[in-house]
């Protein structure tokens, strides 16, 4: 008879998405469930950081801004960032840190809809998001404030001619469950306001169709599902239509006209390049440049289906078990879920800290949530298999009551 395991082997076997595992630098014995918080190392990666210090920046010194088109690295990193988020090439760049980024398409927004009382996001959105929408809505002076709700259904009931921009991050990074793009932004926009999306958990982990949406402003990292490595640059994305007429806050020289003109007054540069602001970060941009040519070839709807795959597999080998203290924290429906799994239970650090020493790597967020990503890029089935066993042995043993387990590190 064969074993869930060997089926999971078999599923291996039968992969079209297995090939991309090899384009990754993983280590031996451990298996890696937290590429939703930071993605591995490429081997694409590594050879183009050491080629633009040992060659570039080495040998070409400050001539490789020319030589070596280091100048235009924030819209060529956009435009192959466009094609996994729905977007024009035109329409995306990478710049920044999401915060930074959130922030110049918030004020952007926030100035288009003057007029208008109210931001709306979720309370438990990322608290990075939450804070930045204080700051933009205190900077606009417009008289606006911003109102939390604690359920999809209260935001209907704040869709109405006083919202300015509703801000909703589209996959939940606690729970992974998935707003419909589309159909919130057709309200919003019903109502006359703007809408904001968060990517972060979203952009190379399922299908996003910006264009199709009618989306007015994204942002999103590339240190997640976009493998680009420890804060990476992150990225924006301006509708077409708001493009010239959207003004973000921070006047910065790359956003000028004609940086190297050096005048004293501010024009801003056409079109989505006026969002830029500083000195391209060279090194990260050319690491997550390298990370990103590993999607030349892969269908995002392969990466869905197996998703989907993963993520099903996962939850139904830890719920056979019958481990009471694991509740499913994610949607149980497959269209409601994007590309992870949480559970829930009351010593969610310890249990975490176990499995890791056990060599599978998730993460946990306050206060109970373990969380574990799923990259069908690298992430095999038979890993999630083994990772679901490890998980239900540590907690019907109570492995993690250890006093070692209870010991908490900065970063969790």
Same mark, same amino acid.
Request: proline share 5%.
């Given at each position: 008879? %064969?074993?869930?395991?060997?089926?999971?082997?078999?599923?291996?076997?039968?992969?079209?998405?297995?090939?991309?595992?090899?384009?990754?630098?993983?280590?031996?014995?451990?298996?890696?469930?937290?590429?939703?918080?930071?993605?591995?190392?490429?081997?694409?990666?590594?050879?183009?950081?050491?080629?633009?210090?040992?060659?570039?920046?080495?040998?070409?010194?400050?001539?490789?801004?020319?030589?070596?088109?280091?100048?235009?690295?924030?819209?060529?990193?956009?435009?192959?960032?466009?094609?996994?988020?729905?977007?024009?090439?035109?329409?995306?760049?990478?710049?920044?840190?999401?915060?930074?980024?959130?922030?110049?398409?918030?004020?952007?927004?926030?100035?288009?809809?003057?007029?208008?009382?109210?931001?709306?996001?979720?309370?438990?959105?990322?608290?990075?998001?939450?804070?930045?929408?204080?700051?933009?809505?205190?900077?606009?002076?417009?008289?606006?404030?911003?109102?939390?709700?604690?359920?999809?259904?209260?935001?209907?009931?704040?869709?109405?001619?006083?919202?300015?921009?509703?801000?909703?991050?589209?996959?939940?990074?606690?729970?992974?469950?998935?707003?419909?793009?589309?159909?919130?932004?057709?309200?919003?926009?019903?109502?006359?306001?703007?809408?904001?999306?968060?990517?972060?958990?979203?952009?190379?982990?399922?299908?996003?169709?910006?264009?199709?949406?009618?989306?007015?402003?994204?942002?999103?990292?590339?240190?997640?599902?976009?493998?680009?490595?420890?804060?990476?640059?992150?990225?924006?994305?301006?509708?077409?239509?708001?493009?010239? =007429?959207?003004?973000?806050?921070?006047?910065?020289?790359?956003?000028?006209?004609?940086?190297?003109?050096?005048? %004293?007054?501010?024009?801003?540069?056409?079109?989505?390049?006026?969002?830029?602001?500083?000195?391209?970060?060279?090194?990260?941009?050319?690491?997550?440049?390298?990370?990103?040519?590993?999607?030349?070839?892969?269908?995002?709807?392969?990466?869905?289906?197996?998703?989907?795959?993963?993520?099903?597999?996962?939850? =139904?080998?830890?719920?056979?078990?019958?481990?009471?203290?694991?509740?499913?924290?994610?949607?149980?429906?497959?269209?409601?879920?994007?590309?992870?799994?949480?559970?829930?239970?009351?010593?969610?650090?310890?249990?975490?800290?176990?499995?890791?020493?056990?060599?599978?790597?998730?993460?946990?967020?306050?206060?109970?949530?373990?969380?574990?990503?799923?990259?069908?890029?690298?992430?095999?089935?038979?890993?999630?298999?083994?990772?679901?066993?490890?998980?239900?042995?540590?907690?019907?043993?109570?492995?993690?009551?250890?006093?070692?387990?209870? =010991?908490?590190?900065?970063?969790?």
């Amino acid at each position: 008879m %064969t074993t869930r395991r060997e089926q999971a082997q078999h599923l291996d076997q039968q992969d079209p998405l297995a090939h991309h595992r090899d384009a990754f630098i993983l280590p031996a014995d451990t298996i890696y469930l937290d590429g939703n918080s930071l993605g591995p190392l490429t081997h694409a990666a590594r050879a183009a950081v050491c080629q633009t210090m040992d060659d570039e920046w080495g040998q070409q010194l400050i001539g490789a801004w020319n030589t070596a088109d280091w100048i235009t690295l924030p819209q060529r990193v956009g435009a192959l960032i466009a094609p996994l988020i729905g977007a024009g090439e035109a329409d995306v760049i990478c710049a920044d840190s999401t915060s930074i980024n959130l922030f110049k398409v918030l004020a952007a927004a926030l100035d288009l809809r003057p007029g208008r009382a109210r931001l709306v996001s979720e309370r438990g959105n990322f608290p990075t998001d939450l804070y930045i929408a204080e700051r933009a809505v205190a900077r606009a002076g417009h008289g606006q404030a911003v109102h939390w709700v604690d359920s999809v259904e209260a935001i209907d009931g704040l869709i109405d001619d006083d919202l300015a921009v509703l801000m909703l991050t589209h996959v939940d990074y606690r729970s992974g469950a998935m707003h419909d793009m589309q159909a919130m932004t057709a309200k919003a926009h019903a109502a006359g306001a703007l809408v904001v999306w968060d990517l972060a958990h979203s952009a190379g982990a399922v299908p996003v169709d910006l264009a199709a949406a009618e989306a007015d402003f994204a942002v999103g990292c590339g240190y997640k599902y976009l493998n680009g490595g420890p804060g990476a640059p992150a990225f924006l994305y301006v509708s077409p239509q708001l493009q010239a =007429q959207a003004r973000q806050p921070l006047a910065g020289w790359f956003g000028h006209v004609a940086p190297f003109a050096f005048a %004293t007054g501010y024009e801003p540069a056409a079109g989505i390049k006026s969002f830029l602001v500083g000195t391209p970060p060279v090194l990260g941009m050319r690491a997550l440049q390298a990370s990103l040519s590993l999607w030349g070839d892969v269908d995002m709807t392969d990466i869905r289906r197996k998703s989907v795959a993963l993520c099903q597999l996962f939850i =139904q080998t830890v719920e056979a078990a019958g481990c009471d203290d694991l509740v499913l924290a994610s949607p149980r429906e497959a269209g409601r879920r994007a590309s992870q799994v949480s559970f829930r239970h009351p010593d969610a650090y310890a249990v975490m800290q176990a499995l890791i020493a056990q060599g599978v790597i998730g993460d946990m967020r306050s206060p109970d949530i373990l969380r574990f990503g799923f990259t069908p890029l690298y992430t095999r089935y038979v890993d999630v298999f083994d990772a679901a066993t490890r998980l239900i042995a540590i907690v019907r043993d109570r492995v993690f009551d250890d006093p070692v387990y209870h =010991q908490r590190a900065a970063v969790t």
